[in-house]
């Protein structure tokens, strides 16, 4: 067991040091995160470099600030799936043997609806007002799609009402037609959030409250097609509850399995879900057990592997968006690809650092200035949907 004695510098209004705090890591991990955050959940000051024990420092760091380089690396893979089946299919090449790409995309947006909901709970574990919850998910979903519907305006031919459904990504509600290929999931997100404050409350205090919502959800989802056609996201609870499991367990269970292999066990699940892919039992069950596994593994501390993840998690919003507005531009070759991706990746740098993070900002200073004692926002995750 590796234990190293790390100095711990208290928060305003305390302005004092703690001891000596003792980290010992895997048969505790869990009640190291919630003394750390109980400790000093405001302080962001460095702690002090050990060279000989760098990597053991950079763990701690990280368990401080609540960061999660395994939900990084899930939303990195997520969105390169959905890149992957467009850019593949638009390429002109829709199968690999008995696998069709665009379940490879649609197996990215599964990942997407656990890694958010998971994110989210823990985002409600910081600030639980519904008001201001609501209101920094409005500026961090709507001001890059609103742009990204635009874009599509020139090119594609729809309704003025439809129009307006896609700006307010209420298409599923009025049964209006996308402006583009990936804005499809984004109103089923949008509701999910007026259902996730309310799960908070109930979800956290017993593991079989999420295990219970899980089983319900299912049940609801195959009776919405036939009642409430309107309320597709009811179809879609039992993938997104699976998140809220996700973070019971991130919140109590002890990791014990390397992080080396937290992206062989998601690509292990994207491939037997690939092999009998469907939105009922096989998503399901995909969700379910990605939601029980990840927390499992302890977060990786590789820089390079970390670094990578946590980059495309940054911009995964900006690349998810650009690259289907992009498709409508423009007829894609193989000739042109290596264009088409630079223009992705330029194109979400910018949308991120134009649009993104400064309205991002705006929305937590709105909320911030409505608290007492404004808890600044972690970067839980730079991506989060």
Sequence with gaps: ?????????????????????????TPHLPKIQRDLRTNAPHDRSPLPL???????????????AEAYPNLDLLRALA??????DHTATALGFHTVGYVRFEWLGRTGVLFFFVHTCCVLMMSLERDSNITRFCLRRAFRIYPLSIAAVICAI?????????WISNLGLIQNLTFARDSFGSIWSLPLEV??????PFIFWFARKSIWIPLGLFAASTAIAR?????????????FAPCFIPGVLAYWMFRNAT???????????????????LLRPNWTFSAWSACLVLALLIPLFEQGTNVIVNRCGETIAKYSYGIYLTHSVLLLWMTLTWKVLPLYLFAVALLSWGCYHAIEGPLIRVGKQMTASKQKRPLPEPELSPGEA
Excluded at 6 to 11: A, H, K, N, Y
Excluded at 191 to 196: A, D, I, N, R, V
């Design 1 to 25: 067991m590796n234990i190293l004695a790390v100095f711990i510098s208290l928060p305003h209004p305390a302005r004092v040091r703690c001891g000596r705090v003792q980290i010992s890591f």
């Design 50 to 64: 050990f060279p000989s024990n760098w990597h053991v420092i950079k763990y701690a760091a990280m368990l401080k």
């Design 79 to 84: 969105v390169l799936f959905v890149l992957f």
């Design 154 to 162: 020139p090119i594609v031919s729809l309704h003025p009402w439809e």
């Design 191 to 196: 509701q999910m959030y007026f259902f996730l």
């Design 223 to 235: 009776w919405q097609p036939h009642h409430v056609a309107r309320a597709s996201v009811l179809a």
């Design 255 to 273: 990791p014990r399995l390397s992080a080396w292999f937290v992206a062989p066990a998601i690509l292990t699940i994207t491939f037997v879900f």
